[in-house]
């Protein structure tokens, strides 16, 4: 169902302590409504941090997983191990995944199968790069980021889905897609999803805009009719910041 959400990917960043704090000031400031409210901290942090987020509302993702369900592959993790601890949710296709350990739209269509076949929520992150903008091509490169990893998926696999429309020149720069880039470009995806599927799953999905994300940007982007929320990189790393940008929701 479509639904505001909020997630902090915190990437590889806090140790021990510091995930314990952040949390712990998280759930100091109580409750966020019907907002989703979502953290991704390590690895090595997820079975800790669902312990401390139990019965906060507050959900616990994997920023990562292996497209195999187990064997020889060292130093992955597997759908299983995730669910093990308590992990609902994977966010896969990030930006910085695909540029610096070379997923791409093959690697990323089976995660998502092997996240989906252990009952997973993914999601699911895409968008272009800024060559791609400057020469216009930008539409091009998110419909086949977006259609070569979900487009096989049956309708019913949707209600597990969620977008994230990333341009990658706004990822940590600073600079963010202005108001009106990320409303154009998530009418467009929503657009992809009804001629792919229908209009009633189109209207469905949740579509997060990820990018530079700020307590002093969030209002402005959240706004938009197609934005129904962000996915937050260093601002979710501050839980002042972070929870103002959900409450400007
Ligand atoms: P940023 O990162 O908010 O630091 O730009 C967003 C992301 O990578 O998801």
Known sequence: MRSKIVAGNW???????????????????????????????????????VTLAADS???????????????????????????????????????????????????????????????????????????????DNHFNVVKSQIANALFALPAASWSKIVLAYEPVWAIGTGETASPEQAQEMHAFIRGLVQDQYDAALADDVSILYGGSVKPGNAQEIFSKQDVDGGLIGGAALSAADFTTIIKSI
């Open 11 to 49: 990437k590889m960043n806090n140790d021990q302590a510091e995930t314990s704090t952040l949390i712990d000031a998280l759930k100091a400031q109580g409750d966020f409504g019907t907002t989703r409210v979502i953290i991704a901290p390590s690895f090595v942090h997820l079975a800790q941090a």
């Open 57 to 135: 509302g507050i959900e616990v993702a994997a920023q990562n997983m292996h497209e195999a369900t187990s064997g020889a592959y060292t130093g992955e993790v597997s759908p299983a191990m995730l669910s093990s601890v308590g992990i609902q949710t994977v966010i896969l296709g990030h930006s910085e995944r695909r540029a610096y350990f070379g997923e791409n739209d093959a690697t990323l269509a089976k995660k998502v199968t092997n996240a989906l076949d252990h009952d997973m929520d993914v999601v699911f992150c895409f968008g272009e790069e800024l060559e791609d903008r400057k020469s």
